[in-house]
């Protein structure tokens, strides 16, 4: 019997997708949910799965565009079983001669080594750093069983694609020669743009053309969140099983703000505005294929830990190409870090249907005036840009001052963004 697998549809309006790669080669035994292949739509990447157990034949590329529906693959699930049998017997096979290579590498050893000789220690056969060798022991895995996966996996686009842009950067055995063969051919090359970053493009430039876009800044003195972490990190990750970060502070600000300056967490729908009453907030993560924004959902009502670890996991996800759609529609907000690559200021672009996005950047020492006083604190500048069809300047601000004062003083963010002393004498 021969089971067709076809491009699903990845969501409503999508026609066409883009296979990203194969996970699977051609005439490999699958079995039924196993996933066969990778494909980017315009909003994320989607695994296919086998829907049957059998031999699987590939009918389409790495890089083709492929229409909804179209056959990529078919799987023959009457030669399920002579391939079980042939992978049994090479199993077999494969015991007895295992054994016995080691056993001559062992009478090997024994005699004085020669001046050039294969490595017989298991931990030469991989170059790795400590770090992903403890990984691989706690495991219970073997650095021998690492090297042999390699052998046998099928390297894809993707893997050729990092050895090219990594091989020349491998640290020298030697002294280090100073090279200028770039640009002496004056080589050009190629790629293909993938329907991820083509529909990206697409609504950066429909952003810029269709909305009043504005951007507002403002600086943060980062001491005293800076104090917290550095009291409380140790503490709160034995706690919680994740570390206290930045983005937690940030978005739980951005909540109060958002709720102090309605308008910055609403939207246009044609003639109308709509008014959003909680805070889905949109966290932009940088990965291979390009930005991707996750949405963590009513983040108004989560604490700290519930916000590092769903911003955790969603990142992940984001940067594995395990994003669902749903898990990337209906933010109100976003934030960007552009800190984390050394931005010092920016002006981020609206992420639509939103009306105002945050740019976080690096974090500098620098002087300020502190009652009366030059000191040194590590600050931070602020930008938020805005539709100004919908948010005026003055709410822009005000939003971003407010964003500020929870951020200085982070006793706010238990009283609702009030001042501490107000609150305590009711004012």
Known sequence: MIIEIKVPSPGESITEVQLASWLVADGAQVDKDDEVAEVDSDKATLTISAEGSGKISLKAAEGDSLEVGAV?????????????????????????VAKDEKKT?????KPQAPAVSEPAD???????SPLARK???????TEKEFTEFLKKYRAGRKDVAFFLSEKDRQPAEKEPKISSSWGAERKQERQKL??????LSERLV?????????????????????????????VFKE????????????????????????????YIDGNEMVMNHYADIGIAVSTPKGLMVPVLRNAESMSLAEIETNIKTLATRARDGKLSLEEMKGGTFTITNGGVFGSMLSTPIINPPQSAILGMHNIVERPIAVNGKVEIHPVMYLAVSY?????????????????KEVLEDPTRMLLGGLDPVKALLQL
Do not use: C, W
């Open 72 to 96: 990529i693959a078919t799987i023959d699930t009457g030669a399920k079983g002579e391939t079980k049998k042939k992978e049994k017997a090479a199993a077999a096979d494969e015991k007895p």
């Open 122 to 128: 298991e931990s030469e056969t991989a170059h790795m």
């Open 135 to 141: 990984l691989l022991h706690e495991s219970g895995s």
């Open 206 to 234: 429909a952003v810029k053309n269709e909305t009043a876009m504005l951007t507002t800044f403002n600086e943060v003195n980062m001491t005293p969140i800076m104090e917290i972490r550095n009291r409380y990190k140790d």
């Open 239 to 266: 706690r919680f099983g994740v570390s206290l970060g930045f983005m937690s502070f940030f978005t739980r600000a951005v909540t109060i703000g958002l709720q102090h300056v309605p308008k910055v967490n609403a």
């Open 387 to 403: 539709d100004h069809r919908i948010i005026d300047g003055s709410e822009s601000v005000t939003f971003l001052v407010k964003v």
């Open 105 to 109: 590498v062992t009478e090997a050893e």
């Open 194 to 199: 993938s329907t991820l970053r083509i529909k």
